[in-house]
C-alpha cells in the first residue's frame, strides 16, 4: 500500500489551460503540505493544511487552489498555466504538529510541463 | 530567519570509502535538523533527525550524522559507500516559530565503483 499517493504522475499542457493533482495518504497523519521543486532541484513549500484547515500559504501565485476535502486527502488546482509553472509537485503528510518532530512522508511527485 | 546551507553541489566518493555531505544551518533557539535523500524520479526519503540527545544520531542505510553546536553543523557521513547511495540528499531544519520545514538545495552524491 503507496502511504502518500499523487495523480498523475506526469502532465503534460498547454499554457493558459487549468489542471489539478490529487493527493491521498493513507497513514492517519493530520498534516499535508505541497512542495514544488524546480529544474535545478530547490523544494520550496507552498501549502500546508492541518485537519482541513489552512496553516501555511507562502508567497505563491493566486492562481494555485489547494483544496482539502478531509485530513486523509489535499488537492492543487492550478489555473492559467504558465511556463514557470512546470516543475515536480510533491505532496508530503505527517502527524499532528503538536506531536510531530519534523518527518516528512513524501508522495512520489508529479512532474508539470506547460508547453 | 532559519536556514540550511549545502556547501556541494555534487560529491565524487569511491565505493568503499567513507562519505561526509556537509550542511551547517542557522537557526534562533534549538535546532530541529533533518537528512532526506531523494532517488531518480522519487519522492525524499526521511533517513534521520536531530532533535536532542547525543549528537551522533543513526538512520537508515548506515547513514549517521553528527551535530556540532559550536560549528553549527551537521554533516551526513557513512562508514563505507555502497553504489546504490548515489542519490540527491537533502538537508533540512525545522522552523520553531511556523514548524515550517526548510529544505537546503540539495548534494548529489556519486559513488563511483
Known amino acids: 500500500d503507496t502511504a502518500v499517493s499523487q495523480t498523475p504522475k506526469y502532465l503534460v499542457t498547454q499554457m493558459g489551460n487549468d489542471k489539478s493533482i490529487k493527493c491521498e495518504q493513507n497513514?492517519?497523519?493530520?498534516?499535508m503540505y505541497w512542495y514544488k521543486q524546480d529544474s535545478k532541484k530547490f523544494l520550496k513549500i507552498m501549502f500546508s493544511y492541518n485537519n482541513k484547515e489552512l496553516i501555511i500559504n507562502e508567497t505563491v501565485p493566486n492562481r494555485f487552489s489547494p483544496k482539502s476535502p478531509d485530513k486523509a486527502h489535499l488537492n492543487l488546482h492550478i489555473n492559467s498555466l504558465e511556463l514557470g509553472d512546470s516543475a515536480v509537485y510533491f505532496c508530503?503528510?505527517?502527524?499532528?504538529?503538536?506531536?510531530?518532530?519534523?518527518?516528512?512522508?513524501f508522495g512520489e511527485g508529479s512532474r508539470l510541463t506547460v508547453l | 530567519a532559519q536556514s540550511v546551507a549545502q556547501p556541494e553541489d555534487q560529491v565524487n566518493v569511491a565505493e568503499g570509502n567513507p562519505l561526509t555531505v556537509k550542511c551547517t544551518y542557522s537557526v534562533s533557539g534549538n535546532p530541529y535538523l533533518f537528512w532526506y535523500v531523494q532517488y531518480p524520479n522519487r519522492g525524499l526519503q526521511f533517513l534521520l533527525k536531530?532533535?536532542?540527545?547525543?549528537?551522533l544520531v543513526k538512520g537508515s542505510y548506515g547513514f549517521e550524522a553528527e551535530f556540532n553546536k559550536s560549528q553549527t553543523s551537521f554533516h551526513l557521513k557513512k562508514p563505507s559507500a555502497l553504489v546504490s547511495d548515489s542519490a540527491l540528499y537533502f538537508c533540512a531544519v525545522r522552523d520553531s516559530r511556523d514548524d515550517k520545514i526548510i529544505f537546503g538545495k540539495g548534494t548529489r552524491l556519486h559513488i563511483l565503483p
Open positions: 508530503a503528510s505527517s502527524q499532528d504538529l503538536t506531536v510531530w518532530s519534523g518527518e516528512l512522508f
Open positions: 536531530y532533535i536532542t540527545g547525543d549528537n
Open positions: 497513514l492517519g497523519h493530520d498534516t
